[in-house]
């Protein structure tokens, strides 16, 4: 496998150029602010494996969240020389944060193409999370989604005539080059990332809102994110992405990830619960297995991770239940359920599993409908 760009032989390299913004000699705007909360996600069938430039190696699909969001204001004023370094200060939760500037940094290295305003401005960023810091709950996705429609907030007033498609798709393009899940992060309720032949208008590029039908049961599903582990992640995703190269299960798993597309687009519309809960459980162990089975070697889960697995799947065959789990690329656990089963799921959070997690900490989550202008 080769970490070399693709568009030069590709067709996606006519889609690229129509990301490049065209009218910035026509940049009359001296300054502003612009708002946007956008939400976290959580993937069913798992992104893990790219290629330059933030190119997924295999569809994903993933159900945006609704309380898990970040709120981020971006304040931009003309810069008074016309020095090519990028100039922007961080303020997080508050106080500025000088240790995120480098992620930032790269993101308008990596979009300052399509996106050439990001040169003239000054720009103070501004950010918070509905989600404690220390969660271990990845804030990219969010955090890089929010920045991106600000963004395109601000090419929105430079070129007012973008279309709606063309706004959205293109804050999903960047935020792709923020951190590739956050791609997911800016429409609702279920998002495909990466071509697939069954999804319409899919792309390696941007999320697209998932347009097929879906059976009643699979709405306004619930999602307790079960805090087992707070701490930072012990594996960065860029370096998690990355021992993807040379697998040696890397191929089998990314033909795998196509067919799940396949399949729970299937389950989807059937209703088919049981065939989901298999699948999504699988995703995510299967997401596990290949981060165990690398070099070197990694075992994100702990004993607690484990022991709520374990509780759940006893759980669902006593209560004849359609609980089920997912995971990232971490320690804490997605409890995943229909609204219909929320009384009961939350009464055996609260007796069964709370004693799991870190401090007894929880967070009731749902499905989404995507980024909102403040
Ligand atoms: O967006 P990244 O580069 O942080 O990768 C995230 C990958 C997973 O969260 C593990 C899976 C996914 O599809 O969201």
Request: proline letters at 3%; charged letters at 25%; glycine letters at 6%.
């Amino acid at each position: 496998m080769s970490k070399t760009s693709i568009f030069a032989e590709n067709s996606e390299d006519l889609k690229v150029e129509d990301f490049k913004s065209k009218e910035l000699e026509e940049n009359t705007i001296d300054n502003g602010t612009v708002t946007w909360k956008t939400p976290s996600n959580i993937a069913l069938v798992k992104y893990w494996g790219k290629r330059d430039p933030q190119l997924p190696e295999n569809p994903s699909i993933s159900f945006t969240l609704n309380n898990c969001h970040t709120i981020t204001t971006l304040a931009f004023e003309k810069k008074e020389n016309n020095s090519k370094e990028f100039s922007f200060e961080v303020i997080f939760e508050g106080r500025k944060k000088e240790a995120f500037k480098p992620k930032i940094q790269k993101f308008f290295e990596r979009i300052q193409e399509y996106v050439p305003f990001v040169n003239l401005y000054h720009f103070t960023i501004t950010s918070e999370n509905s989600f404690p810091h220390s969660s271990g709950i990845a804030s990219s996705a969010s955090g890089m989604s929010a920045l991106s429609m600000c963004l395109m907030s601000i090419e929105k007033q430079l070129n007012p005539n973008i279309s709606e498609e063309y706004f959205y798709q293109k804050a999903s393009f960047l935020a792709r080059l923020g951190s590739g899940s956050a791609c997911r992060s800016v429409k609702g309720e279920l998002v495909v990332w990466g071509e697939h032949d069954e999804i319409n208008g899919s792309s390696d590029l941007y999320g697209v809102p998932f347009s097929s039908e879906v059976a009643a049961i699979f709405k306004n599903y619930q999602d307790t994110i079960l805090l087992v582990d707070k701490g930072e992640k012990q594996v960065s995703s860029t370096v998690g992405h990355n021992l993807m190269f040379n697998h040696p299960y890397a191929q089998n798993r990314f033909l795998q990830a196509k067919e799940n597309i396949s399949k729970i687009k299937t389950f989807l519309k059937e209703g088919a619960i049981s065939e989901f809960i298999a699948l999504v459980e699988s995703e995510a162990l299967t997401l596990h297995a290949m981060m165990m089975t690398s070099n070197p070697y990694f075992i994100l889960m702990k004993p607690k991770t484990l022991e709520i697995i374990n509780k759940i799947w006893e759980y669902r065959v006593s209560n004849g239940s359609n609980v089920c789990f997912t995971l990232d690329a971490g320690a804490n656990v997605h409890l995943l359920y229909p609204e219909n089963e929320k009384e009961a799921i939350r009464k055996f959070i609260t007796e069964e599993l709370a004693m799991f997690c870190q401090n007894g900490h929880y967070i009731h989550d749902e499905v989404g409908d995507g980024a909102k202008k403040i």
